[in-house]
């Protein structure tokens, strides 16, 4: 019954601002995360919030990116702002609690163009 839906993502010029969200039915999960993969890259964490609130991010997007969480709706959000090329990739929602309960959304590609 666990889904996991991303939406939000789309086109948009370097130092743009995109907002991904994702919803998650079926549970409540100690950890989501976002992750996003480029073409020929392997996939990679990019942020990361816990049911407390508590927040990490990759190196890459720190200052940038924002990651929040409303546990009433079940539901994430990205907030993506002074976007550059680099960002470019399919970006991937991920519902984690253990090794037997980890969850992936279908992705959303994000392309920012230069």
């Known amino acids: 019954q666990v889904q996991l839906v991303e939406s939000g993502g789309g086109l948009v010029q370097a130092g743009g601002s995109l907002r991904l969200s994702c919803s998650a039915s079926?549970?409540?999960?100690?950890?989501m995360n976002w992750y996003r993969q480029a073409p020929g890259k392997q996939r990679e964490l990019v942020a990361t919030?816990?049911?407390?609130?508590?927040?990490n991010y990759a190196d890459s997007v720190k200052g940038r990116f924002t990651i929040s969480r409303d546990n009433a709706k079940n539901t994430m959000y990205l907030q993506m702002n002074s976007l550059k090329p680099d960002d470019t990739g399919v970006y991937y929602c991920?519902?984690?609690?253990?090794?037997?309960?980890?969850?992936w959304g279908r992705g959303t590609q994000v392309t920012v163009s230069s």
């Open positions: 991920n519902a984690f609690s253990s090794a037997v309960h980890n969850y």
């Open positions: 919030i816990t049911r407390g609130g508590a927040t």
């Open positions: 079926g549970s409540f999960f100690s950890t």
